[in-house]
């Protein structure tokens, strides 16, 4: 099992900056991808970025250019600097964890931060 807990979600104004960060912890398997997802009302869980332990990234299209991921692979650490921030960033933000061992596929998410951006 892994847990995952978010933080840094909150209010911001157009322009703004925030940072997420999602801690994970348990069985935590060095080889791995950590990531940021969003679900904005009425709409489906989408990909924002992910980060592989080894470095690679995968960023959305509305998050390159204004958005940062990186992580803290000694704390098991993922964060998101978010920037320029828009009205339409405004969503709940879930952190992911999802990893390959010899048992097979593991998938984790965490309980969610919202973030919400006023115009």
């Known amino acids: 099992q ?11 104004q157009a322009g703004g ?7 994970a912890s348990g069985s ?3 080889i791995n991808t950590m990531g940021w997802y969003r679900q904005a009302p009425g709409k489906q869980r989408e990909l924002v970025a992910t980060m ?9 299209d ?3 250019g204004r958005f940062t991921i990186s992580r803290d692979n000694a704390r098991n ?3 998101l600097q978010m920037n320029r921030m828009k009205p339409e960033d405004t969503a709940d933000y879930y952190c ?3 990893a390959v061992p010899v048992y097979g596929a593991v998938n984790y998410w965490g309980k ?4 919400t951006v006023s115009s």
Do not use: D, P, W
């Open 28 to 30: 935590i398997f060095s």
């Open 77 to 79: 650490t993922v964060y």
């Open 62 to 64: 509305s998050a390159k």
């Open 52 to 60: 592989t332990s080894g470095g690679s990234t995968n960023y959305a």
């Open 17 to 23: 900056s925030l940072r997420l960060s999602c801690v």
């Open 112 to 115: 969610g931060t919202l973030v």
């Open 96 to 98: 992911n964890y999802n």
């Open 2 to 12: 892994v847990q995952l807990v978010e933080s840094g979600g909150g209010l911001v």
